[in-house]
């Protein structure tokens, strides 16, 4: 649904809606004109680069998520 939204209102920044798993839950679909740096220029994440690795274990703190082990905290 987002895809499409975004192809027919193509300047769109930003769409929220209800989870069709979880009621409860509201997600949102970014689009690339909401962003303020090049979408197409972004690299993926590697847990052997601690800034990429503490930035997820922020994330997963946040949420409470368990993260594999390659992602937690190396000594």
């Known amino acids: 649904m987002s895809r499409a939204v975004y192809e027919w209102h193509p300047d769109a ?3 929220g ?5 979880d009621d409860e839950a509201t ?5 690339p004109s909401a ?3 090049d979408a197409t220029d972004v690299r993926q994440l ?3 680069r601690a800034e990429d ?6 994330v997963g703190a946040l949420f409470e998520i368990d993260l594999p082990e390659n992602w937690r905290s190396r000594l």
């Open 13 to 15: 920044e930003l769409l």
């Open 46 to 48: 590697d847990p052997a």
């Open 53 to 58: 690795r503490d930035a997820v274990q922020r």
């Open 17 to 21: 809606y209800r989870s069709r798993h």
């Open 35 to 37: 962003l303020p740096w």
């Open 27 to 31: 997600c949102y679909a970014v689009y």
